[in-house]
């Protein structure tokens, strides 16, 4: 299969929408890009086009996707029941990086669904997608547009390294504006909770609506856990090398880093480090990549699977991590770097 990528970086061409939209109304994919991140796109009830989407990222077909929407009025078809807190959120935050799972109706397929009886849905906030979504006719599910596993892509030249010649078309709309997927929370049953964290945290969610509970595995590394949402039970993001996160305080942290990186070189091995803007200045050897200021959230989740990639294509044999415990999107940071590390952590 020959991948078409169309160049929309200007803003929305409509012929290449409108040829894009085809392509999913007829069972294709497409990959398109978000405010989180680029999206690989199906017919959401299609059951179909799920299994297509399943096999072109390599994806276990019990990880639900997420069915994207252009109007709140869309749920009223797929969601069998939309809770006050819903209409509240929705209000509140769409389009945005927030997803909010529903007991599903029956014109969602079990495959979209990951065999669940419940529906994740989000409105994105961002012009192509939204053109997009209405172009294929209301409901497109999409996972990241990643080979499953991988660090998620934050630009389209991503997406072609992972689904060159898998999918029908790519989208290029230029690098993407958070770099994290968004927020998951759950409304489907009892207390509203979090089973992803994403640059909507739990306090802005609860100046809206109240009550809402975190779930037990975001931090965890339960492999037994059935997902409810995307990401919960199986490794995500993972760069080939192995990744290693270093926490305490800083000054402690850099030696501890620096010690690490000559025994690393003294046995011949390539090291990555990722530090922060203040603090790459401080490592005395190794690849050093700047994920952003400390004072700039955004420039740390924008850049932080670009570099997980960048120390792929460098093919170094390890990485080092500082901790990334910022205010707002801190959770998420580490809630990500947390997956790619496998849950390595080393404290100082």
């Keep these: 299969m020959k991948t078409i990528t169309a160049n929309i970086k200007e803003g929305i061409d409509q012929e290449i929408i409108t040829e894009a939209g085809s392509?999913?109304?007829?069972?294709g994919l497409v990959a398109f890009p978000t405010e989180t991140v680029y999206g690989l796109g199906g017919n959401a009830?299609?059951?179909?086009?799920?299994?297509?989407?399943?096999?072109?990222?390599?994806?276990?077909?019990?990880?639900?996707?997420?069915v994207h929407i252009?109007?709140?009025?869309?749920?009223?078809?797929?969601?069998?029941?939309?809770p006050e807190e819903a209409k509240m959120l929705a209000d509140a935050f769409w389009p945005g990086p927030l997803t909010m799972i529903f007991q599903k109706t029956d014109l969602v397929p079990?495959?979209?669904?990951?065999?669940?009886?419940t529906v994740a849905v989000r409105m994105p906030d961002h012009p192509v997608a939204l053109a997009l979504i209405r172009a294929a006719g209301g409901y497109i599910a999409a996972p990241s547009a990643n080979t499953s596993g991988r660090p998620s892509p934050t630009c389209a030249a991503h997406v072609q390294e992972d689904l060159d010649g898998r999918i029908e078309m790519i989208l290029d709309g230029g690098p993407v504006g958070?770099?994290?997927?968004?927020?998951?929370?759950?409304?489907?049953?009892?207390?509203?909770?979090?089973l992803r964290p994403g640059y909507i945290n739990q306090q802005m969610l609860e100046e809206v609506i109240g009550k809402t509970e975190i779930d037990r595995a975001i931090l965890s590394d339960d492999s037994g856990i059935k997902p409810k949402a995307p990401g919960m039970k199986y490794r995500?993001?993972?760069?080939?090398?192995?990744?290693?996160?270093?926490?305490?305080?800083?000054?402690?942290?850099?030696?501890?880093?620096?010690?690490l990186l000559k025994e690393g070189e003294a046995a011949g091995e390539k090291i990555g480090v990722?530090?922060?803007t203040e603090t790459a200045a401080d490592y005395l050897g190794g690849i050093v990549r700047t994920i952003g200021s400390r004072s700039d959230e955004l420039s740390i989740s924008r850049h932080l699977f670009g570099i997980l990639r960048d120390f792929d294509t460098l093919r170094v044999d390890r990485i080092y991590s500082e901790s990334f415990e910022t205010p707002q999107?801190?959770?998420?940071?580490?809630?990500?770097?947390m997956k790619a590390a496998g849950h390595q952590v080393m404290e100082v």
């Excluded at 079990?110 to 009886?117: A, D, E, K, P």
């Excluded at 993001?237 to 880093?257: C, D, H, N, W």
């Excluded at 999107?329 to 770097?337: D, F, V, Y």
């Design 178 to 194: 958070i770099g994290l997927e968004s927020t998951i929370v759950d409304l489907s049953e009892g207390v509203p909770t979090i």
């Design 236 to 259: 995500h993001y993972a760069p080939k090398a192995s990744l290693t996160i270093v926490e305490g305080e800083q000054e402690k942290v850099t030696a501890k880093i620096n010690e």
């Design 45 to 66: 009830l299609d059951e179909q086009a799920a299994e297509k989407i399943y096999a072109a990222k390599g994806r276990p077909s019990d990880n639900p996707l997420i």
């Design 274 to 276: 990722i530090a922060s």
């Design 329 to 337: 999107m801190g959770q998420a940071i580490m809630n990500r770097l």
């Design 23 to 27: 392509i999913l109304k007829d069972g």
């Design 70 to 82: 252009a109007e709140f009025e869309a749920l009223n078809k797929i969601a069998a029941e939309i």
């Design 110 to 117: 079990m495959g979209t669904t990951g065999g669940l009886n």
